[in-house]
């Protein structure tokens, strides 16, 4: 049983598409995160949130509760975009339980 | 810019022989974390510090044990190798006690190998 799932597994799009990457989880959670891990492997943090949106440049993110379901979008999507797109939740009742998603392969092409 | 630096980047081991991977952060966070990632699996918490002086068994502990030597360090021993613990290994830190409210900065991770 996953707490988490993404979809797609892998997606390649071409420069410039408009990109949607979705997550759905199956427990109570106190904040979502989406993580960006790079080819070389290094991973970084790109949004935490809990409710709404959020915007950092072309990436957007959105969540909501109410259907447990996030969505991570690129617009104007660029070969450097190319990752490994990562959900995490935390669960609500606990401070130390957290899933991972199985990450997202996306390919952007020139 | 520093951050959470892991050592070594990589390592073979034989079964049976015993290392210490090493993170250290920068950014005066109380919490640390060691997580594997595995092909196909997400990553999945093996320990964590909430603060310097405690440690806490996540997900997968079996086979691995921990020291926060300070705040600054948070170190992960495995004492015989098996060829299951051939994973790649990150490090994390964050701000808070507790990860579910606050993000996380994670290390360039450690490839290993056990034949």
């Known amino acids: 049983k996953n707490e988490v799932e993404q979809s797609p597994q892998n997606l390649t799009a071409q420069e410039g598409e408009f990109i949607t990457i979705n997550c759905s989880y199956s427990?109570?959670?106190?904040?979502l995160h989406w993580l960006q891990q790079h080819p070389g492997g290094g991973i970084v943090s790109l949004f935490m949130?809990?409710?709404g949106k959020k915007k950092h440049g072309r990436l957007i993110a959105t969540i909501n509760i109410q259907e447990k379901h996030s969505s991570l979008h690129i617009t104007a999507s660029h070969p450097r975009d190319s990752a490994v797109y990562i959900c995490?939740?935390?669960?609500?009742?606990?401070?130390?339980?957290?899933?991972f998603g199985t990450g997202t392969s996306l390919t952007v092409i020139p | 810019n520093a951050g959470v630096t892991q050592t070594p980047k990589f390592q073979v081991l034989k079964t049976g022989q015993s290392m210490t991977l090493q993170c250290a952060q920068d950014?005066?966070?109380?919490?640390m974390y060691w997580y594997r990632q595995d092909p196909g699996m997400g990553l999945r918490l093996i320990y964590y510090?909430?603060?310097?002086?405690?440690?806490d068994k996540g997900e997968v502990p079996n086979g691995y044990n921990v020291s926060r030597l300070n705040k600054r360090e948070f170190s992960l021993r495995l004492e015989s190798a098996a060829p299951s613990q051939t994973s790649v290994y990150f490090c994390?830190?964050?701000?808070?006690?507790?990860?579910?409210?606050?993000?996380?900065?994670f290390g360039d991770g450690t490839r290993l190998s056990i034949l």
């Open positions: 994390a830190s964050s701000t808070l006690g507790r990860w579910s409210n606050q993000p996380q900065h």
């Open positions: 427990v109570g959670i106190s904040a």
């Open positions: 949130l809990s409710s």
């Open positions: 995490a939740v935390s669960q609500s009742n606990t401070g130390n339980q957290f899933y």
């Open positions: 950014m005066n966070h109380n919490s």
């Open positions: 510090s909430a603060s310097e002086g405690t440690t």
